[in-house]
């Protein structure tokens, strides 16, 4: 169901960060009833034109209409009023209050629900659309796939008729994700409009029913999806070259082990035993909340184990975490790049500083010069942008941020890496970088892949294992084709030696 009149139009929409030109004259058209797929590069300027739209930023110039009639939105509740809502790349959750809390906040005044009334609606919506969470649950307790659950949640409670979707399905398995694809549709069909910004160029031609392509801040190329025929002829209109998402990986002599686990028990991971040698890559897959959060912070020395024997680089959990190194020992990528990777209102300097300030300090001074070079060395050569390392951590965009952190925690060399979901929010070129960076890293290292995207563990790994109800279910080789085929059996908890 569609209309001739667009649901929203925005018209040379301008939007300027200091030295950055986020979005450059941009003019669009969203209609009812149509999935629009925004694409572009890291730093293209997408998840800033749709915060924009939904009131979280004015625009520096320009203008929007909603059914043609001009609607400034000075605020995310004009926005909401206009009824436009937007599921955040990075989550706008209360982390102190629980799931109901947190999708009825904000409602306007006078709206008054008893606890379980709102629990119930948010089970029954849950139910509804696939999107099942605890509503009684504390946000600060959930993994990251159930807190982006309520966000979707918020969203469909308001039942928002202009919907954007920052990277949805980004901590999201791919059964998870077709239920949202299923629930996107359903919403288009009865009239509602869809924004869709994502990297991932399967799902956007699975999903989109027209493409708008951003590079620099601008709109270089708007297509129907039904144009489109096969994922390197978007990815090259998108990047301007041929990207082929494809790497080598060669065989690597296997040397001495950097990590073993034996009987390990921590939060709901119950007698985890692995073990990982210098040259390999070990995928740790599964749904989110089923350990693999547990297993990552003991491996990096957040959480203490409760039970069994944990060995880093040849020494014990508590010897190695007493006095680490800065350099050829553990370093860890986050999932959580803004909350827990960098410090959002630091500049660049300062989060590359984070992890590696013992390494530029003198007796008493730290050597923030000496510092400061060899970032803009960095941010040059993992192609970060923008590439001012004066700039804040929150001026730039989750991919950009995530080649930073990437550019810090290499520059370390060291000997285990703790890599979780390194490309969540990648563009396809970026992402062909990283892959590249990790397997090469993996001559002096060992590298512990957390992901929730299988066919980046096929990609990478040498072994994958299996992680379900806080159990490593199975560790098996990544050409074991029998039991790669088995992966989403496992994931649900079927035991590998079950009959099919």
Not at 64 to 82: E, H
Not at 186 to 213: N, T
């Amino acid at each position: 169901m569609t209309s001739p009149t667009p649901v929203v139009s925005l018209r040379g929409i301008t939007k300027i960060f200091g030295a950055v030109r986020a979005n450059n004259g941009i003019s669009l058209d969203i209609h009812a009833g149509r999935i629009k797929a925004l694409l572009g590069e890291n730093g293209a300027g997408k998840s800033t034109l749709m915060s924009i739209l939904a009131g979280h930023y004015l625009p520096d110039a320009g203008e929007i209409f909603i059914d043609g009639q001009p609607c400034p939105l000075r605020s995310t509740k004009d926005a909401i009023r206009a009824g436009i809502g937007m599921v955040y790349q990075h989550f706008m959750l209360v982390e102190a209050m629980t799931v109901a809390e947190n999708v009825f906040l904000g409602q306007e005044p006078g709206f008054v629900l008893s606890p379980r009334s709102m629990q119930e609606q948010i089970r029954a919506l849950g139910r509804t659309f696939g999107l099942d969470v605890d509503p009684a649950a504390r946000v600060a307790d959930l993994s990251m796939g159930e807190k982006q659950r309520v966000e979707i949640l918020k969203l469909l409670q308001r039942k928002s008729r202009i919907l954007i979707f920052d990277e949805p399905t980004a901590v999201l398995t791919p059964q998870e994700a077709e239920q949202l694809f299923a629930a996107l549709r359903s919403m288009a069909a009865q009239g509602k409009a869809i924004v869709y910004i994502s990297h991932k160029l399967g799902e956007v031609m699975a999903l989109a029913d027209e493409i708008a392509i951003l590079r620099k801040g601008e709109v270089v190329d708007e297509i129907p999806a039904a144009d489109v025929h096969s994922q390197s002829d978007l990815a090259r209109r998108m990047v301007g070259r041929e990207v082929l998402l494809e790497v080598r990986r060669e065989p690597m002599e296997l040397r001495q082990n950097v990590l073993r686990m034996n009987g390990v028990s921590a939060g709901i991971m119950r007698d985890a035993s692995l073990s990982l040698r210098q040259g390999e890559v070990l995928a740790v897959v599964g749904v989110a909340g089923n350990g693999q959060k547990d297993l990552v912070e003991t491996v990096c020395g957040l959480k203490e184990p409760e039970k069994g024997e944990v060995s880093v680089l040849g020494t014990s959990w508590r010897s190695f975490f007493a006095a680490p190194s800065w350099q050829e020992g553990l370093s860890y990528i986050p999932e959580d790049r803004q909350g827990l990777a960098v410090c959002r209102n630091m500049d660049l300097v300062d989060n590359f500083l984070l992890t590696t300030r013992q390494g530029y300090c003198s007796t008493v001074w730290l050597q923030r010069d000496r510092a400061k070079a060899v970032a803009r060395e960095l941010v040059e050569q993992f192609k970060v942008s923008p590439p001012d390392v004066n700039c804040q951590a929150r001026q730039l965009s989750g991919g950009n941020l995530q080649k930073m952190v990437l550019a810090r925690e290499f520059h370390r060399r060291p000997r285990l890496i703790v890599a979780e979901q390194p490309t969540q929010g990648l563009d396809v070129s970026a992402i062909e970088e990283v892959w590249s960076t990790l397997l090469a890293a993996r001559e002096e290292a060992g590298i512990l892949l957390v992901t929730g995207d299988l066919s980046e563990a096929l990609a990478l790994a040498d072994r994958i294992a299996v992680m379900y109800g806080g159990e490593i279910v199975d560790i098996f080789p990544a050409d074991d084709r029998q039991r790669v085929d088995r992966i989403g059996q496992m994931m649900a908890g079927m035991r590998p030696d079950a009959d099919n």
